[in-house]
């Protein structure tokens, strides 16, 4: 299975700022997503990750917001942008290997906001 | 819409017990993810199945179609199987096809 490499695990940021998550994976994966977990809830697909062009949001996320990039079929970035203390989650990155494959997660970004 | 419903939510329990968590699902779902979260919030998948049973040391995942049902069996759980134990349906639908159950918040006493 895919292992995954998420940075940073945990992160206290101020209101107003901004902060990029990174996704490292070992190996080429076609299905790479980004995941946002609210404080006791389920987990939210933000969006899917597109190798070399624009991700493709959920309903409720935006680009200007949380804007995604995926350079190659290995690595990714969230940012999460102009924080409030609202966007204080674990945002967990996820990849799959086809439609019909088992999924896998990073050790997920605890973020908190001042 | 796809529907996961799990229980129990919560579920304390002795060393050496034997667990079962329970997730039913609606039509459409034709596999069942199982995963593990740890209290830092990492998630590992534990099993991907769509008919019978698997087994993985002391984890057993079972799947009955037709009653459209699956269950998570921990044997000999110890206070290291402390964790938030969710069900995912997958159905293809949407961009990663998956429907998240709430979770399964266990804990493991000494």
């Known amino acids: 299975s895919a292992v995954i490499s998420q940075k940073p695990s945990r992160d206290i940021c101020q209101r107003g700022t901004s902060l990029t998550i990174q996704c490292q994976v070992d190996s080429q994966v076609t299905m790479m997503f980004w995941y946002r977990q609210q404080p006791g809830q389920s987990l939210t697909l933000i969006a899917t990750a597109n190798q070399g062009s624009e991700a493709t949001y959920e309903s409720g996320f935006v680009i200007d917001k949380f804007p995604i990039s995926r350079p190659n079929l290995t690595f990714s970035t969230l940012t999460v942008s102009n924080m409030s203390p609202e966007d204080s989650s674990i945002y967990l990155c996820?990849?799959?290997?086809?439609?019909?494959?088992?999924?896998?997660f990073g050790d997920g970004t605890r973020l908190s906001i001042l | 819409k796809n529907e996961v419903e799990q229980s129990p939510q919560n579920l304390t329990a002795q060393e050496g017990e034997f667990i079962t968590i329970n997730c039913s699902y609606s039509?459409?779902?034709?596999?069942l993810h199982w995963l593990q979260q740890h209290p830092g919030g990492g998630i590992v998948s534990l099993f991907m199945?769509?008919?019978g049973k698997k087994k993985h040391g002391r984890l057993i995942a079972t799947i009955n179609i037709q009653e459209k049902h699956s269950s998570l069996h921990i044997t000999a759980s110890h206070p290291r199987d402390s964790a938030v134990y969710i069900c995912a349906g997958y159905s293809g639908g949407g961009a990663d096809g998956l429907t998240f159950g709430k979770g399964t918040h266990l804990i493991i006493q000494p």
């Open positions: 996820s990849v799959r290997g086809g439609s019909n494959q088992p999924q896998h």
């Open positions: 199945l769509s008919s």
């Open positions: 039509v459409g779902i034709s596999a």
